[in-house]
T-cell receptor
Framework: TQLLEQSPQFLSIQEGENLTVYCNSS?????LQWYRQEPGEGPVLLVT?????EVKKLKRLTFQFGDARKDSSLHITAAQPGDTGLYLC????????????FGKGTKLSVIP | NAGVTQTPKFQVLKTGQSMTLQCAQD?????MSWYRQDPGMGLRLIHY???????DQGEVPNGYNVSRSTTEDFPLRLLSAAPSQTSVYFC?????????????FGPGTRLTVT
């Protein structure tokens, strides 16, 4: 079973601060995805990374896939209250699989 | 497009009762799945379907049944509710994007079993 470990589990920061959350595995993933889930809603896909070392930017969010494709990080610059939510990473347990294994998430609170 | 819709939004059941959680998608996605989300446990796959007439078990299937008679609908049935089934249930549909399968989630059903 390929597991995804996310850290930290909880993060509370002030508006305007920068932060990084991590998604780690002992297994190689063909791709990793990041989702954001707001309270009372379902997760929403933010990005998919597939190439080792790949960096993708989505406004103030920067996603990186590790060179060995075993880990990923999400960096948020100048966090805003609208960034508050649960950030989940997920990856297919096998190449081309339509199933996803999810990490347990990082719960982010951005205080105005 | 409405995307993935789920009903009801909230439900309270007594132990032993049965019910069906409804899920529908209008994106013509072949793949659909049901997850449950519990504090500290993340999202766990209950059942999934790769097309009409085809279903399979996920990580935590016990106590749940599914069927897929059409591409659009994928209901989840609780046979005899137990307090351990208190959870938030999410339905998702999926398609093959440019590089990987991408999942679209419904808004969830919050179920309490007393």
């Amino acid at each position: 079973t390929q597991l995804l470990e996310q850290s930290p589990q909880f993060l509370s920061i002030q508006e305007g601060e920068n932060l990084t959350v991590y998604c780690n595995s002992s297994s190689v993933f063909s791709s990793l995805q990041w989702y954001r889930q707001e309270p009372g809603e379902g997760p929403v896909l933010l990005v998919t990374v597939v190439t080792g070392g790949e960096v993708k930017k989505l406004k103030r969010l920067t996603f990186q896939f590790g060179d060995a494709r075993k880990d990923s990080s999400l960096h948020i610059t100048a966090a805003q209250p609208g960034d508050t939510g649960l950030y989940l990473c997920a990856g297919p347990p096998g190449a081309g699989s339509y199933q996803l294994t999810f990490g347990k998430g990082t719960k982010l609170s951005v205080i105005p | 497009n409405a995307g993935v819709t789920q009903t009801p939004k909230f439900q309270v059941l007594k132990t032993g009762q049965s019910m069906t959680l409804q899920c529908a998608q209008d994106m013509n996605h072949e793949y659909m799945s049901w997850y449950r989300q519990d504090p500290g446990m993340g999202l766990r796959l209950i059942h999934y379907s790769v097309g009409a007439g085809i279903t399979d078990q996920g990580e935590v299937p016990n106590g749940y049944n599914v069927s897929r008679s059409t591409t659009e609908d994928f209901p989840l049935r609780l046979l005899s509710a137990a307090p351990s089934q208190t959870s938030v249930y999410f339905c998702a549909s999926s398609f093959r994007g440019q590089v990987a399968y991408e999942q679209y989630f419904g808004p969830g059903t919050r179920l309490t079993v007393t």
